[in-house]
């Protein structure tokens, strides 16, 4: 299993411009996850899902997009990027809330708007 | 939403000694604490876990205790050494599945 994978690990953008921060994994869990840190900061919750067609916001939603056809893959849009959102950006994945409920994280990617 | 507290921000110790922190949560109907450690430039590695029906769980050096009464929670870390410095991170689970962080505690142990 390769867990949860990431794309791109680094990425620099202009103001304006957009990209698509790419997660897929391997083992089979419903619920996936996406967060940003900012440095020295904990982790925000940006947007989640429970399964294939069904996202929900989180704590930090504004300015991206997420969607989610497939149980493996789970893409993080940003439309036009600004400053603000330089971060880390962390995809991670659990099973179920009752089982296997362990959250485990891809190695992130580390964006930067100029 | 779920609001997850984290004290300290720093902690630092002499290597052997014990480190605590401490974490606070707002909702009730959470039920699962994870604790994550993060190393320099990597992504947050489960540490431990404990689940709302336990009060405390132990895994070797490491330690968990959880008070749903008050709402608190705390990662304890006996005999410290030096491969234990990094940024430990509390979360709470809520009903819904979505995991929410404290701001993180940076531990550094002195050789």
């Known amino acids: 299993n390769a867990g949860v994978t990431q794309t791109p690990k680094f990425r620099i953008l202009k103001i304006g411009q957009s990209m698509t921060l790419q997660c897929t994994q391997d083992?089979?869990?419903?619920?996936m996850y996406w967060y940003r840190q900012d440095p020295g900061m904990g982790l925000k919750l940006i947007y989640y899902?429970?399964?294939?067609?069904?996202?929900d916001k989180g704590e930090v939603p504004n300015g991206y997009n997420v969607s989610r056809s497939t149980t493996e893959d789970f893409p993080l849009r940003l439309e036009l990027a600004a400053p603000s959102q330089t971060s880390v950006y962390f995809c991670?994945?659990?099973?179920?809330?009752?089982?296997?409920?362990?959250?485990?994280f891809g190695s992130g990617t580390q964006l930067s708007v100029l | 939403g779920e609001n997850v507290e984290q004290h300290p921000s720093t902690l630092s110790v002499q290597e052997g000694d014990s480190a605590v922190i401490k974490c606070t949560y707002s909702?009730?109907?959470?039920?699962?604490f994870p604790w994550y450690k993060q190393e320099l430039g990597k992504r947050p590695q489960l540490i431990i876990d404990?689940?709302?029906?336990?009060g405390e769980k132990k895994d070797q050096r490491i330690a968990v205790t959880l008070n749903k009464t008050a709402k608190h929670f705390s990662l304890h870390i006996t005999e410290t050494q030096p491969e234990d410095s990094a940024v430990y991170f509390c979360?709470?689970?809520?009903?819904?599945?979505?995991?929410?962080f404290g701001s993180g505690t940076k531990l550094n142990v002195k050789p």
């Open positions: 991670a994945s659990s099973y179920s809330k009752r089982v296997n409920e362990k959250l485990f």
């Open positions: 083992m089979n869990h419903n619920y």
């Open positions: 899902s429970v399964g294939a067609g069904i996202t």
């Open positions: 909702d009730s109907a959470s039920n699962y």
């Open positions: 404990i689940r709302s029906n336990v």
């Open positions: 979360a709470a689970r809520n009903n819904f599945n979505k995991f929410y």
